[in-house]
């Protein structure tokens, strides 16, 4: 049998693993909202429309943190249009997924709900349609204490305490021709500086994120991060970056190694940020905001379109697969590894659309196959992220040539004594692994759990078809453990150092 080798020793640190990696978004598109985090009359909803059995999943995935209200949607969105006695809210057009927006739910109820999930909320404003003054508008409404229009008016709507939201985005992908509010780059960086500049004199405390490319394959790509940092550098604390992975085209060996571009973008961006850095002599470190990523069948996305304009439509629903779990577990792997420059990350979205969550109109809530390697990796990627680099095979695939069939990370709790070691197999063969663990002199083996990559899906008829799968205990001998990982395949192995 093949093998891959890798030493995993306490001294090779990336950084803490930041509890904000592990978020995920919440857009007004397709059911995520509505019927999704938010379903009135459910009989799991609780007095405000709010669905328990979501909010206990989301609970179990261990999201940190949640993105709101987009996303595409945000570039046209009135925020005023959310808050207030839901009888006198508007209904309106939503441009960017072609439905009727309701209103409903709003900012105070999706305040309302992240207390609830136990998250923290990170708010885009609108800076497709909108600008200076009505981002400065929303912030006073969330942030400031009282006295003034604004945030009494956040009084009157019964909300004394202001909400003190720190994550701020600067709008949306507004390098997208398809973004309501489209822009070049100069046009976003100047308008996303001068609005960053008025925020941070309501609230210098916040943290904001500027909009990096929609995508690595953007004609834009790098040019449009370094025109917008020439303009925001000094205000902003983030540039976004967003990816989606679509294995439509049946290439499962592709697919399977879509971390690797994930990996080349996050060394691209971080290399444009610091070019900026170098040339303005900026000496602060611009960290990276993963807002967007996920598998997602794109091709689904046209047939969803073809209809009239309808409140709540369904937008892709995309069930998952055993093998996108697998995906999804390496991409994950791919942001703790550059946890030292990416400070957080949304996995798009939570609930129903292109979703770990799914559930039916007054029907049940379940999880899909992509939900278990988040919550696994959310619940022991604990402590300070380890470098790894692993030796052994490579194998060619179509879209990324030839690729390391292993990948590995591994964190470390130096107060638990807790070491996890997460390691993927994208290839079509059974390996061995060898762990050089001769730096955990105490070590020994606690469980190691896998996801093997199949077609197999969970849906309401069958919601734990898909599960992870108990393997042999790893032992450890002199300092040294051997671990097979099976073919395609994404493995978490436990071990404890104290």
Request: hydrophobic share 40%.
């Amino acid at each position: 049998m093949t093998t891959a080798r890798v030493t995993i020793d306490p001294s090779f640190r990336v950084g803490p693993a930041h509890r904000r990696l592990f978020g995920s978004f919440v857009e007004h598109m397709g059911r995520c909202v509505y019927g999704g985090v938010f379903e009135p009359g459910h009989p799991e909803a609780d007095a405000l429309g709010l669905r328990r059995d979501v909010l206990e999943l989301t609970r179990e995935l261990g999201v940190s943190v949640v993105r709101y209200p987009g996303g595409n949607f945000v570039s046209s969105y009135r925020w005023e249009d959310g808050v207030g006695p839901a009888g006198d809210r508007p209904r309106r057009l939503d441009l960017a997924w072609k439905s009727i927006e309701t209103n409903a739910f709003g900012l105070d109820e999706f305040m309302h709900w992240t207390r609830e999930a136990g998250v923290e909320p990170m708010l885009a404003v609108n800076l497709g349609t909108r600008g200076v003054q009505e981002a400065c508008d929303l912030l006073e409404y969330a942030n400031h204490p009282g006295g003034t229009h604004f945030s009494d008016l956040r009084r009157k709507h019964g909300v004394d305490e202001p909400y003190g939201v720190k994550l701020w985005c600067l709008g949306n992908e507004l390098d997208g021709p398809w973004q309501v509010g489209h822009k070049t780059a100069d046009e976003y960086g100047r308008l996303a500086a001068e609005t960053a500049r008025a925020m941070k004199l309501i609230d210098p405390t916040i943290s904001l994120v500027a909009c990096g490319s929609s995508n690595r394959g953007m004609p834009t790509f790098a040019g449009w991060e370094a025109t917008v940092l020439e303009h925001t550098y000094e205000f902003v604390d983030y540039i976004s970056a967003h990816t989606y992975y679509d294995p439509s085209d049946g290439d499962r060996a592709s697919i399977l190694a879509s971390a690797v571009d994930m990996d080349a973008f996050i060394r691209e961006v971080v290399a444009t940020a610091d070019h900026i850095a170098a040339k303005q002599r900026h000496k602060r470190r611009l960290q990276i905001s993963f807002d967007e990523w996920n598998v997602w069948y794109q091709s689904r996305l046209r047939t969803d379109m073809d209809r009239d304009w309808v409140e709540a439509p369904a937008l892709i629903e995309d069930t998952y697969t055993a093998t996108d779990a697998v995906v999804v577990g390496d991409l994950l792997m791919t942001l703790l590894r550059h946890a030292d420059r990416v400070g957080v990350a949304c996995q798009a979205q939570l609930a129903n659309v292109i979703a770990p969550i799914r559930t039916g109109t007054n029907g049940p809530a379940w999880r899909q196959t992509i939900f278990h390697p988040f919550a696994l990796t959310a619940r022991h990627a604990r402590g300070t992220v380890l470098r790894t680099e692993p030796t052994g095979p490579t194998h060619e695939t179509k879209r990324y040539g030839d690729v390391s069939t292993v990948d590995t990370v591994a964190t470390h709790d130096e107060e638990t004594g807790a070491l996890t070691v997460f390691a993927v197999n994208r290839g079509d063969r059974d390996l061995t692994l060898d762990l050089d663990l001769r730096a955990f002199d105490t070590a020994h083996g606690e469980e190691h759990l896998a996801i093997h990559a199949s077609d197999a899906v969970n849906d309401a008829a069958a919601p734990d078809r898909v599960t992870p799968i108990a393997h042999d205990l790893p032992t450890v001998d002199s300092g040294r453990s051997s671990v097979r990982l099976r073919a395609a395949s994404w493995n978490l192995i436990r071990f404890t150092t104290s």
